[in-house]
């Protein structure tokens, strides 16, 4: 079993990565088709990501904690002050 969480977790990681090149490549795009196109493409990629996780989250196969409220609080507040660079 563990070839075949292995394979999904190859999937998962490039879904991820061909989620950033996409998102790159909308902001990069230099004309308004070509960013429609990418941005539908994007679009497809989270959709895939998203089924490989629940699908790997489904088997055990990724696990996650609840974040704790204190910690979610505390993220809000330093990213809400920080300045955008």
């Known amino acids: 079993m563990r070839k075949d969480e292995d ?27 070509v960013r429609n ?3 539908q493409t994007l679009s497809n990629c989270f959709c895939t990501q998203d089924e490989v996780y629940k699908e790997m989250t489904k088997k055990g196969w990724y696990k996650t904690e609840a974040a704790q409220q204190n910690k979610i609080s505390e993220a809000k507040t330093k990213y809400a002050n920080k300045p955008m660079q």
């Open 7 to 33: 394979l999904i977790n190859d999937c998962l990681v490039s879904e991820k990565q061909l989620c950033s090149t996409l998102s790159t490549a909308v902001t990069e795009a230099a004309t308004p088709n």
């Open 37 to 39: 196109e990418f941005q």
